[in-house]
């Protein structure tokens, strides 16, 4: 028995670049740091939340790499100097990616009481009906 995929399937041609999508976001880690959600605010626009505690603005970087927006976070060790007798506040870097589908665009980002806001928007695309006119070979 042959296993069928997306870019195998006789009727779905071009796929093969979604297939390996699937494939990248699946092998990504499934880290549970920093917590996140994702809401869709409209029917064309989404936003992604990260609970961003401790970090300040310079702290973090937002940027979109191969169809991936990439949000990282770096806390400079301010503990020289400092003696704790209980440390429970992790002050750890992370990354986090998200697959952005063709046509989706990052809008702004905003930070909200220890909460990282990143705007995403979907463009419609326009209807295309196009007519091939057939040759005579």
Do not use: C, W
Not at 9 to 33: D, M, Q
């Amino acid at each position: 028995m042959t296993k069928l995929t997306l870019g195998t399937h006789p009727f779905l041609l071009g796929f093969e670049e979604l297939e390996r999508l699937v494939e990248r976001t699946a092998k990504s880690g499934n880290e549970g740091y920093p917590p996140y959600n994702i809401e869709q605010t409209s029917g064309t626009s989404y936003r992604i939340t990260l609970a961003v505690a401790g970090f300040a603005e310079d702290d973090l970087s937002i940027t979109v790499e191969d169809n991936q927006l990439v949000i990282r976070g770096r806390q400079s060790d301010d503990s020289e100097g400092r003696v704790f007798l209980h440390r429970g506040i992790a002050a750890r870097q992370f990354q986090r990616a998200f697959v952005l589908a063709e046509g989706v665009d990052v809008g702004e980002a905003t930070m909200e009481n220890g909460l990282l806001h990143v705007d995403l928007t979907r463009a419609v695309p326009e209807s295309v009906v196009q007519t091939i006119n057939i040759k005579k070979g």
